[in-house]
Nanobody, 122 residues
Framework: QVRLEESGGGSAQAGGSLRLSCLVS????????VGWFRRAPGKFREGVAI???????TYGDSAKGRFTISRDNAKNTLYLQMNSLKPEDSEMYYC????????????????WGRGTRVTVSP
C-alpha cells in the first residue's frame, strides 16, 4: 500500500522560503504523476505543481516563477521549494501520486498525504 507523508510546513514571513518534502512509501513508481496541491478553508483544491507520467511539469498560476517541484527517486521523496512567499500562500499543502492523471484535475489523483500547513505572515 502506498503511503505519502508531507513535512516541512510551518511559518514564514512574506518574501521568505520554505521547502516541503513528501516521503512516499515504499517508493515512487516510475512513470507516475506526482504533484503538490493546496487548499484553503472553504475552497477547492488547487494544483500547485505537477510532474505528469511523461515527465512534463505544470505549475499553477500562483506558483509560476516562485515554486519549484522536484523528485529524488533514490530517497523516494518529492519536494516543493517555495520562494518569495506571500500571505495568500497560507494554506494546507498536499502531495499526491497516481499512475495516470490530468494535472489540472486533483480528482484524478488517488493517493494523497495528510497535508502540511504553511502560514505566511505579512
Amino acid at each position: 500500500q502506498v503511503r505519502l507523508e508531507e513535512s516541512g510546513g510551518g511559518s514564514a514571513q512574506a518574501g521568505g522560503s520554505l521547502r516541503l518534502s513528501c516521503l512516499v512509501s515504499p517508493y515512487i513508481p516510475n512513470n507516475y504523476c506526482v504533484g503538490w496541491f493546496r487548499r484553503a478553508p472553504g475552497k477547492f483544491r488547487e494544483g500547485v505543481a505537477i510532474i505528469d507520467s511523461s515527465g512534463i511539469t505544470t505549475y499553477g498560476d500562483s506558483a509560476k516563477g516562485r515554486f519549484t517541484i522536484s523528485r529524488d527517486n533514490a530517497k523516494n521523496t518529492l519536494y516543493l521549494q517555495m520562494n518569495s512567499l506571500k500571505p495568500e500562500d497560507s494554506e494546507m499543502y498536499y502531495c499526491a501520486i497516481e499512475r495516470y492523471c490530468r494535472p489540472a484535475v486533483p480528482e484524478t489523483f488517488g493517493h494523497w498525504g495528510r497535508g502540511t500547513r504553511v502560514t505566511v505572515s505579512p
